[in-house]
């Protein structure tokens, strides 16, 4: 008997069922094509070492509160003076998650008044901070500058007064692209707005030294910038960068600063060591960028695929069960390769996301894709 509070819940996960759409959790098995972490720093001894020597010295394990009230440690400071001059930002606040930071941002910082043009591949935390603002938001083509610009006159001409928020992903998680910056950035100052750039999958990979995409254009007073530590610096939380009145408001006004506890001083002590790894390792940088193009000549003259230029390569399969089928199957031969489908990505759009990392060689991607090839010829007939 099924009890009559649950059953809307019951068939909402039917539906999706139906739809191949259900998700489910599962454990890291088999050769890591799907993770994040991109230069295998997350099990490196130097930041496991580095943890170790925060706990001997005596940092703690929970922040105790949040950092307005006890909870600020000098540990967070210490971050994040050290990521500004890293990344060439004024001020830098430290959070918990990209995901969280992207809420406080967008739930936070533009005004009744001000509209938010999102490229319409952004990252679903983005919409989770506009949902909770009080902007007007609307979405423009994907990496089309002039529908950005577009949308803003259109705005203007409709009686918009205040200010323009463009928010982009540097480099695409689902398709591995990247956002024309510079282009974007002048038009954000065109219009007295601001740019917002979530640089979650190029931090620590691209720019000098790993200080991302929009290397070269700090200067700008109308920048803000999101690195993600967990993903390439192997760790976790995120690190926002932006001019100091800014960072100054969010600390008074942002909900989610203000009411939840302080990120782990312990985590912190190893994303300060993974900045500085960043900066000293530079063949780690080099090795992924070997295995990237590798991957990329073997996956155009395998199955006709255009690389992505980047670690993160799709593979469109379009339908959702085919993708699952697919993915499936490399699992069970020892291939850790997600199927990743709507409402991730668009709808006919279901894919094979995969992400090359410093977890695996040359001989493991050539393997990969020989059997990715064998399989989507064997489902072909």
């Known amino acids: 008997m099924r009890l009559s509070g649950l059953v809307r819940y019951e068939d909402t996960l039917a539906a999706l069922g139906r739809k191949s759409r259900l998700r489910a959790l599962s454990q890291q098995q088999g050769i890591d094509f799907t993770s ?35 909870g600020n440690h000098w540990m967070h400071e210490a971050l994040e003076a050290e990521a500004a001059a ?27 008044s001000d509209l938010v043009v ?17 902007a007007d938001a609307v979405a423009a083509r994907h990496n089309d500058i002039e529908d950005f ?11 918009g007064k205040g200010r323009p928020w463009i928010a982009v992903e540097s480099l695409y998680s689902m398709d591995g692209d990247r956002a024309p910056l510079a282009g974007l950035l002048e038009i954000a100052e065109h219009h007295g707005g601001f740019l917002a750039v979530d640089e979650a999958h190029a931090t620590g ?18 920048l803000l910038t999101l690195h993600t530590c967990g993903k390439a610096l192997g760790v976790s939380g995120a690190l926002l960068g932006l001019p100091a009145v800014l960072a100054s408001y969010m600390v008074n ?7 939840s506890t302080a990120p782990s001083p312990l985590v912190v002590a190893g994303v300060r060591e993974a900045l500085q790894m960043v900066g000293d390792e530079p063949e780690r940088r080099l090795r992924l960028g070997a295995l990237r193009d590798f991957t ?6 395998r199955l006709g695929i255009t690389p992505s230029g980047s670690q993160i390569q799709p593979v469109i399969i379009g339908d959702n069960a085919r993708a699952l089928r697919i993915a499936g199957r490399l699992q069970s031969e020892g291939f850790d390769i997600r199927a990743i489908r709507p409402p991730t990505v668009p709808k006919g759009t279901a894919r094979l996301r995969m992400s090359i990392t410093l977890n695996v060689d040359e001989a493991q991607i050539a393997l990969m894709i020989e059997r990715l090839t064998a399989i989507i010829e064997e489902e072909k007939a």
Do not use: M
């Open 253 to 259: 006004r942002a909900r989610n600063f203000i009411y």
């Open 118 to 134: 999102h490229d319409e591949l952004i990252h679903a935390s983005v919409h989770a901070g506009v949902s909770a603002g009080k």
């Open 36 to 70: 994040n972490d991109y230069l295998g720093l997350s099990g490196s001894p130097r930041l496991a070492a580095a943890i170790l020597a925060a706990i001997e010295e005596g940092i703690p394990a929970g922040a105790g509160g949040s950092r307005l009230l006890r």
């Open 205 to 222: 990979i691209f720019g000098p030294d790993g200080r991302g995409l929009v290397s070269g254009l700090e200067s700008s007073g109308s």
């Open 149 to 159: 610009d577009a949308a803003i006159r259109r705005w203007r001409t409709t009686g």
């Open 86 to 112: 890293f990344f060439g930002s004024e001020k830098v606040l430290y959070f918990a998650s990209g995901f969280a930071a992207n809420v406080a941002l967008f739930s936070c910082l533009p005004q009744r």
């Open 296 to 301: 990329g000549e073997l996956l155009r003259s």
